[in-house]
């Protein structure tokens, strides 16, 4: 069983950065797919970014509401994914959860929560004025 552990999240002005991580139980590297998701109370989980972990390639995708402020990584040597989030806004607020696809190829229009196969337990973050 693959386990994903997010961390870094916390509370942070309406501005301010934060940087959230995830380890992986399993090598990373190769044509799999990890990315981030996060889900405000009461609302559905939206995805945010993907990336695809071959190392070697620069397949990063992420979503228009947080293009230009947030990027997403990954250390294939360390078997590590990072959310790189700034300029933050109250919007952000929410559980950041990571996810993982292995073996299955590109991350373009990877996006539903169905295209991946392991998930986190969530990190929170919290964006205050």
């Known amino acids: 069983e693959v386990q994903l552990v997010e961390s870094g999240g916390g509370s942070v002005q309406v501005g301010g950065s934060l940087s959230l991580s995830c380890a992986t139980s399993r090598s990373i590297d190769g044509r799999n797919c990890m990315g981030w998701f996060r889900q405000a109370p009461g609302k559905e989980r939206k995805w945010v970014a993907t990336i695809l972990t071959l190392t070697g390639t620069d397949h990063r995708y992420s979503s228009r509401y947080v293009k230009g402020r947030f990027t997403i990584s990954a250390d294939n040597a360390k078997n590590i994914l990072y959310l790189q989030m700034n300029s933050l806004k109250p919007e952000d607020s929410a559980m950041y959860y990571c996810a993982a ?24 973050v919290r964006v205050f004025s």
């Not at 696809?101 to 337990?121: I, L, N």
């Open 101 to 124: 696809s292995f073996g299955g190829g590109e991350c373009y229009a990877r996006f539903r929560r169905t295209d991946f196969d392991y998930w986190g337990q969530g990190t929170q």
